[in-house]
């Protein structure tokens, strides 16, 4: 496997998701660079990012350990922000990209970890709709979200985030008021998908941690005591000074 590392101006630039704010002070022009994401759990932009081809990033600080959460939260995202399944790229605990949102454990990826991407997007998509009411020249009761677009419910026009947005950061603190989906009109969330692991783990070309491999990586290994407050006298290393590498 080739290893590699992009720093967080790079992944962005690459993703395709310019970052420059909604609100630009003093008419200034948008900067040519994407500047550092943030990364708190209190900004839509530490979730959230929707590019300039309409494609939306979730960046979770939670890790998917085998029992789907990586296909649940992008449901959770998916369904917040009416977008296809499809449209959604996870970004799981890369501490340069993702927010610190706690250990992954017992169920909180969900409980906590989805809840808090559910109301990132929840916040997300009312800024979107008022943006979106600007550029139709109507109010925001009279618009809806469909398919990454925000739609009037009178004639039917539409505007797509990525028009909305354009690459640009949302520049917008979680509100904990915005208002989250009717449970009711839930097309994504409590209904089976398929899981976005599964193929790559059964072709055998899923990426497991002891696969990672990195130049000038070792390998150790845990030696304990076999009674309690065992202390170390010896250690015989003569055999594993014959491995090539080898570092005592």
Known sequence: MTSYALNRREFLAASGALV???????????????PAK???????DGFLAIGADGTITVYSGKVDLGTGVRTALMQIAA???????ERITMVEGDTLLT?????????VSISRGG??????????RTALIAEGAKVLGTTT???ATANGAVV????GRTVPYA???GGKNFSLKLDPKAPTKDPKGYKLVGKSVPRVDIPAKVAGTFAYMHDFKVPGMLHARVVRPPTMRGRLSAIDDLAAQKIPGYVS
Not at 99 to 107: K, L
Not at 152 to 155: G, K, V
């Open 20 to 34: 420059v704010s909604f609100a630009l002070p003093g008419g200034a022009s948008a900067q040519a660079f994407a």
């Open 115 to 124: 809840m808090e991407i559910r109301r990132a997007a929840a916040t997300a």
């Open 141 to 143: 009761d009279q618009l």
């Open 152 to 155: 009037s419910r009178a004639d």
């Open 99 to 107: 927010p610190d949102q706690g250990a992954t454990i017992s169920s």
């Open 38 to 44: 943030s990364l708190s759990i209190g900004e839509v």
């Open 79 to 85: 369904e917040e922000l009416d977008v296809p399944l």
């Open 163 to 165: 028009r909305l947005v």
